[in-house]
């Protein structure tokens, strides 16, 4: 498909154990190899090998004609020595730590090359604290009651925001919200009815299987349309539904109800647009800013330095006049709309991205809407609606030299960079928490592990006797648990917003594809020089040369010899 690239930074940054784990290996299993390169010739001795001095070979290890006598001694010493070696390599990936607050390229990009900053509002430029999630679900579960008829009974319960994660998928007609990779598989053991895990045998039995066929993956917004019966939520608003959703769900499966979940999900999507549309979150906001808005993100620093270097900027939310002016004067001061070139509110994206056919409409200090015709855009003055080809036609601001901040990677990005050639920057909260989550040592340890273990896995297949197989057979069961492990470092029902167990998620994938930069906030551009040019890590594929565990001692075709009988 459209959505390769470049992997991201932050989704490697296990690398450091991965290659920690492979020193592990190329240590241990090259000891069964045998054949380092003779220093002499500057190259290995066996057939074929281009490795250099002092490189293992990276061919297929010659296995004997038979197994070593007493495998079982033979497989626990390399794997007891393994383990060793890991243990006394952690103290060094220590040392070579993630920044939370640096800024990640999916592709090369130069700050010296930017003229225009674009921004969203809500969750760019304005933070939110945890209570506003609260406020969302209480008020979206009242609306459920009052105006849809459901059972009052589901008051009971509270908002739990440790229970979803945001790029999770939600089987529409099956009422069943679940975790996908980037290749369209479901990540077995996070697929939820209601708040219990379905079966693993029941999720393949579901799907024949555990792949999502395209013609039944959301849309291209994320969304369930056209026949599509997978709805993703991309937005970081959309925890407080899902979780709706799931205790809705529940409430239904504990009391032997007979519903329709398509039913269900309508009616739980409408009732937290109406949070939206009906102002009712807006309102609670303006009410009390102090309780909702987080102050710490250091906004007005980041519009002051572009401003001092002579850069033009613009805002484009879908957010209304007064709700955006409240909050700005509040984080920013009452003079914030001179920072900006250009301010447009309730733009309706995606919409504002395609459809030509809306024009911009003045507000005046009142909010109300003017009937003005508008043939500029001026700075100071607030506009609503309107249309990017417009907005492209009034400012000359085309291409490369724009670069745009957004948190929702389809409604925000997807079609500035696809269609305009825009430069895209998302805001990803949750990459400063994860980061500090990887940062730690309990987290190394495992992952450095469990990368080393998989390599052996991957190398001692080869034995098939019985007294291998159940060895194998007992790192497996070992591998699997430290898998689960990890995922709970994360969030207990569904790990990472980047990983499954070892590929990157859907959500990662769309944001390698739509997101030339991306940072837990915008305070990550303090950081930076305005001339700094972001190059992202050149990460091996598959078939490139081996620099990691799952590459050592591999043949030219990836097969490993077999174990003669």
Request: with cysteine; aromatic share 12%; hydrophobic share 40%.
């Amino acid at each position: 498909g459209e959505e390769g690239g470049a992997a991201p930074r932050a989704f490697l940054a296990p690398v450091m154990a991965a290659t920690a784990a492979g020193r592990v290996l190329l240590e241990v299993a090259g000891k069964a190899c045998g054949r380092r390169a003779a220093p002499a010739s500057g190259l290995c001795s066996a057939s074929g090998c281009v490795w250099k001095a002092g490189a293992y070979c990276t061919l297929a290890p010659q296995q004997p004609s038979a197994s070593p006598p007493d495998m079982k001694s033979y497989l626990w010493t390399r794997y007891n020595e393994a383990k060793k070696v890991t243990k006394e390599l952690v103290p060094s990936i220590m040392s070579n730590l993630l920044n939370p607050d640096a800024i990640f390229s999916n592709n090369e990009m130069s700050l010296s090359d930017i003229e225009i900053y674009g921004f969203d509002y809500d969750y760019t430029l304005v933070f939110y604290s945890k209570h506003l999630h609260t406020l969302i679900f209480n008020a979206a579960r009242d609306l459920l009651v009052n105006e849809h008829r459901y059972p009052a009974e589901i008051r009971k319960y509270d908002y739990d925001p440790s229970f979803a994660i945001r790029g999770l998928h939600y089987d529409v007609h099956r009422a069943l919200l679940m975790k996908i990779d980037a290749f369209h598989y479901i990540q077995l053991g996070t697929v939820y009815r209601g708040l219990s895990v379905v079966p693993d045998e029941e999720v393949i039995a579901m799907y024949d299987g555990s792949h999502v066929p395209l013609e039944q993956m959301s849309d291209f917004y994320g969304k369930s349309s056209q026949g599509n019966t997978m709805k993703q939520f991309m937005d970081i608003f959309s925890l407080p539904e899902m979780t709706l959703l799931s205790y809705v769900n529940e409430y239904f499966l504990k009391n032997n109800i007979d519903y329709e979940p398509v039913h269900l999900y309508k009616d739980v999507k409408d009732a937290i647009r109406d949070v939206h549309i009906k102002g009712i979150m807006y309102r609670a906001i303006e009410a009390d800013i102090e309780k909702y808005i987080c102050y710490a993100e250091q906004t007005r620093a980041v519009l002051a330095k572009l401003a001092d270097h002579g850069k033009k900027m613009f805002l484009i939310t879908n957010s209304p006049s007064s709700f955006v002016d409240r909050g700005m004067k509040y984080i920013v001061g009452k003079d914030w709309r001179d920072l900006f070139d250009v301010v447009i509110v309730q733009a309706d994206k995606p919409n504002f991205f395609n459809d030509k056919r809306r024009p911009f409409r003045k507000v005046n200090e009142r909010g109300v809407l003017l009937w003005d015709k508008i043939n500029e855009l001026q700075k100071g003055q607030i506009y609503k609606q309107g249309n990017l080809y417009e907005f492209l036609k009034l400012t000359g601001w085309r291409g490369s030299k724009v670069l745009y901040f957004g948190d929702h990677i389809y409604s925000d990005l997807a079609d500035l960079t696809l269609k305009h050639g825009w430069r895209t920057g998302a805001i990803i909260p949750e990459l400063r928490t994860e980061i500090k989550i990887m940062n730690t040592q309990q987290y190394i340890q495992t992952m450095t592990w469990l990368q080393t273990l998989t390599g052996l896995l991957e190398h001692m297949q080869v034995h098939r006797d019985p007294d291998s197989q159940l060895i194998l057979q007992e790192w497996k069961k070992e591998r699997k648990e430290m898998r689960e492990l990890t995922r709970n470092f994360f969030n207990s029902q569904f790990g990472s917003l980047f990983r499954t167990d070892q590929n990157p998620t859907y959500f990662l994938r769309r944001l390698s594809r739509f997101a030339d930069i991306y940072m837990a906030s915008l305070s990550c551009l303090l950081n930076y020089d305005p001339d700094y040019t972001f190059y992202p890590r050149r990460t091996p594929l598959q078939h490139e040369l081996p620099t990691w565990s799952d590459q050592l001692c591999t043949g030219s075709h990836l097969i490993p010899k077999m174990v003669v009988r």
